[in-house]
């Protein structure tokens, strides 16, 4: 049987764990605590294998140091796995540069970070479904205090010189904080299985926080894409440094890496809303009707995001952000409706809203067709 072999920094998992390779936005339900863990390749053993000058051939069995981090035993676990039991969850991009006093995490890190756990609960005859953070094996944050060649321990050749065995290239002497022993704890872990974590100028954290302090609304530049938001505070999370805030886009909390944004800019909220209450235009209910569909359709022209507070007929009411929205009549019975329909980015999905239920219109600062 023909096996192509794991390299060493890839990250792995048993074939009983739910991710996949490019298949990591899963919840979690039910009970997690039998959830395997993500692991690191740290050695590969080809064992019975048939070989070449250059090196395994028709490989028949291959065999995988891996490294984790238990936060239930507080503690680096390492164990030996035959390939059978293993699936890829994501390829290794290489190993960096690393010097005395780094800071430097497992790279299992953003993945750990992104696991949610879905949580069903009956209250009042409601259902409800809890969406949180699972954390079972986040990895701490640890500073570089040693940097060594890997001596291996086995043989990496056969008597013919051939390779068996793919090791590290060095070893990473790690300090980090044991808060169950209330001490530093130390740990010898392979290069290739960690990832630096670079340090923030405390200039730009001042910087951040005097956007915060000005509560005004900012269009930010991040990964490609624009967004509109409030900036709320600044959080540290796994050794990065977050700007938490109001997305108006999403109607939601959102964080940005601070790190990772490349352009912030202070602007209006809203570059025209509807109905317009001044002392020079007397409002009716036709009258105000009016004046929100013109509004929609311009800010249609523009391509703009627009935001609606909206009653529906249980009176509840909401806010919603739409995009690629347009107006149509809609007949219900011998009735004739005018409504907006559009993409709605709180539901996600598309929606149909009365005009004469919406009570405020605003065409926000940002244009759907690049952001």
């Not at 944050?141 to 050749?157: E, N, P, R, T, W």
């Not at 300090?175 to 405390?202: A, C, G, M, T």
């Not at 935001?307 to 219900?332: A, G």
């Amino acid at each position: 049987m023909l096996l192509k072999a794991f390299g060493i920094g890839d990250i792995v998992a048993l074939k009983s764990h739910p991710y996949f390779q490019q298949h990591s936005n899963i919840l979690i339900a039910g009970d997690p605590q039998h959830l395997p863990p993500l692991m690191v390749v740290t050695e590969v053993y080809f064992r019975h294998a048939k070989f070449n000058a250059d090196g395994p051939d028709e490989i028949t069995a291959i065999e995988y140091n891996c490294i984790w981090f238990s936060s239930k035993e507080e503690k680096f676990v390492s164990a030996w796995f035959n390939q059978e039991l293993l699936k890829l969850i994501e390829v290794s991009q290489g190993t960096s540069e690393i010097s005395i006093a780094d800071h430097i995490v497992l790279k299992t890190i953003d993945l750990e970070l992104g696991k949610r756990k879905s949580t069903f609960s009956v209250r009042e005859n409601q259902e409800y479904n809890t969406i949180t953070s699972l954390l079972t094996y986040l990895p701490p944050i640890m500073q570089v205090v040693g940097i060594f060649d890997y001596a291996s321990k086995h043989a990496l050749k056969d008597k013919n010189q051939r390779i068996i065995r793919h090791v590290p290239e060095k070893i990473i002497k790690c300090k980090w904080y044991h808060f169950r022993d209330n001490k530093l704890s130390e740990v010898e872990i392979p290069i290739e299985s960690i990832r630096v974590i670079p340090q923030i100028n405390p200039e730009i954290l001042e910087s951040i926080q005097e956007a915060i302090d000005k509560t005004k609304v900012y269009q930010i530049s991040y990964k490609g894409c624009v967004y509109l938001v409030r900036p709320e505070s600044i959080c540290f999370k796994a050794g990065y440094y977050n700007l938490t805030g109001y997305d108006y886009i999403d109607s939601r909390g959102k964080e940005f890496n601070i790190l990772e944004i490349d352009n912030v800019k202070s602007v209006e909220l809203a570059v025209n809303q509807a109905p317009r209450f001044d002392i020079d235009t007397k409002h009716s209910a036709s009258t105000i009707i009016d004046e929100i569909l013109k509004a929609i359709n311009r800010a249609s022209e523009n391509g703009a995001y627009i935001r609606i507070k909206y009653k529906n007929r249980n009176d509840e009411v909401s806010v919603r952000t739409v995009e690629k929205y347009k107006i149509e009549t809609i007949e219900v019975g011998e009735e004739k409706i005018v409504c907006l329909v559009g993409y709605c980015k709180l539901r996600k999905e598309k929606r149909i809203f009365r005009i004469d239920r919406i009570q405020t219109f605003q065409e926000l600062n940002l244009l759907f067709r690049t952001s």
